[in-house]
């Protein structure tokens, strides 16, 4: 397993690398911002953006929002674990890359964006992702599956902290983004 993060983590690094050098603070794709120049400085002075409702939240690399992709990597490492009758494979941080990956997809279709806006006095300026807080997202879900993949019974005690840290914080988390996103009308 340790061979496959590296690997996932080497070509994560070439596309940060990649995105940085080839792209400009009002670089798009399909209309979508590549990565944005938070508060007209350069992208690496702000890496993580703590403000949960902030211009740039979801247009860096990392934001508060990225803890909740580290409990994805979580959850999906139970879920890959359970449906393996509890062995662990290396395919499944491929599988769980996929997962994730389809989900920034959805996460950044415009219904999705909408729900978000109408069920959320946090999410009301909600644009989606930028490209680069899409490749962050993904990289919190590895970490999540590889801290978990490790230590498994830590997993649900740091799925907890996350949880109650973020809500405490920000009044929003991976639950209240799931209850709001499939189960509020």
């Not at 993060?5 to 911002?33: A, E, H, Q, T």
């Not at 920034?104 to 964006?113: D, F, G, R």
């Not at 909600?126 to 680069?132: H, M, R, T």
Request: charged fraction near 15%; charge should be positive; glycine fraction near 4%.
């Amino acid at each position: 397993m340790k061979k496959q993060i590296n690997i996932i983590f080497i070509v994560f690094l070439l596309i940060i690398i990649i995105l940085y050098l080839f792209s400009s603070c009002d670089s798009k794709i399909m209309g979508r911002p590549v990565w944005p120049c938070p508060y007209n400085q350069n992208r690496f002075k702000n890496l993580y953006i703590k403000k949960a409702n902030g211009k740039y939240t979801s247009q860096s690399l990392f934001d508060i929002y990225s803890f909740t992709h580290v409990s994805h990597g979580i959850l999906i490492f139970y879920l890959l674990y359970y449906l393996n009758n509890y062995k662990k494979k290396s395919s499944m941080i491929y599988f769980a890359l996929c997962c994730e990956i389809l989900w920034e997809i959805i996460e950044n279709t415009p219904m999705i964006i909408n729900k978000y806006r109408r069920a959320s006095n946090i999410s009301r300026d909600y644009a989606g992702d930028s490209i680069i807080n899409s490749v962050g997202d993904t990289i919190s879900m590895v970490i999540g599956f590889y801290i978990t993949w490790n230590f498994p019974q830590y997993g649900l005690i740091i799925f907890l902290v996350i949880e109650i840290l973020l809500y405490y914080n920000i009044r929003d988390n991976l639950i209240t983004n799931v209850y709001q996103i499939f189960i509020q009308k």
